[in-house]
């Protein structure tokens, strides 16, 4: 692929399925029309997608809020959904993976840069087809089914960390932990002989 560029890279038509949909339809077809949806790109800020979604969310009227991306923006997507999942207490949650088809164009580079390309010899295209991962993420205000494949009750411990904040002493490296014996070997004094 040194010898190619890519051109363009477009959305391909979907070949049906219960959650392919095509580029207008969403994994959640039964969502209320006032219902936020997040579309999360690779270069999209967390600060600016969590104020939006934050303050969308505080609204009475919005009851829930979708974040989607798909390929490098997976992990951004999943982190946006709990963020809000930690700032707001009480979310159902809904994910959705599914694929979708993305065509990229390439052609080869102009004659000349090219060795073994002909100066007058048209440039040649090629088309590639792939299949990226994509993740929808449900969040609402309202119960949800449970039974609904991807389905996460809201956490019952709300707060920053769900974490046990169990004390822990602080010890040296060389120190033995409590109600454990000196496990340390004695070292000889200087001049000590230890053939004893």
């Known amino acids: 692929m040194e010898n190619f560029r890519k051109v363009r890279s477009e959305e391909a038509p979907a070949g049906g399925g219960a959650e392919g949909g095509g580029p207008?339809?969403?994994?959640?077809?039964?969502?209320?029309?006032?219902?936020?949806?997040?579309?999360?790109?690779?270069?999209?800020?967390?600060r600016n997608l969590m104020a939006f979604a934050t303050a969308s969310m505080a609204q009475p009227a919005t009851r829930a809020i979708v974040f989607s991306g798909c390929g490098r923006a997976t992990t951004k997507t999943v982190t946006c959904a709990e963020i809000l999942k930690r700032r707001l207490a009480g979310l159902h949650q809904v994910t959705r993976l599914r694929y979708r088809s993305v065509r990229e164009v390439w052609q080869s580079l102009p004659p000349g840069s090219t060795?073994?390309?002909?100066p007058g010899e048209p440039a040649a295209s090629l088309s590639v087809l792939k299949n990226v991962p994509g993740l929808a993420i449900l969040l609402s205000k309202d119960a949800l089914d449970p039974r609904q494949p991807g389905y996460q009750p809201p956490n019952p411990h709300p707060g920053p960390s769900s974490q046990s904040t169990a004390p822990t002493s602080k010890r040296s490296l060389g120190e033995p932990r409590a109600?454990?014996?000196?496990?340390?070997?004695?070292?000889?004094?200087p001049g000590e002989d230890r053939t004893a």
């Open 179 to 189: 109600g454990e014996g000196s496990a340390k070997r004695s070292q000889p004094e």
């Open 115 to 118: 060795p073994g390309q002909t």
């Open 24 to 46: 207008g339809s969403g994994p959640f077809a039964d969502l209320a029309p006032g219902a936020v949806h997040m579309r999360v790109k690779e270069g999209s800020k967390i």
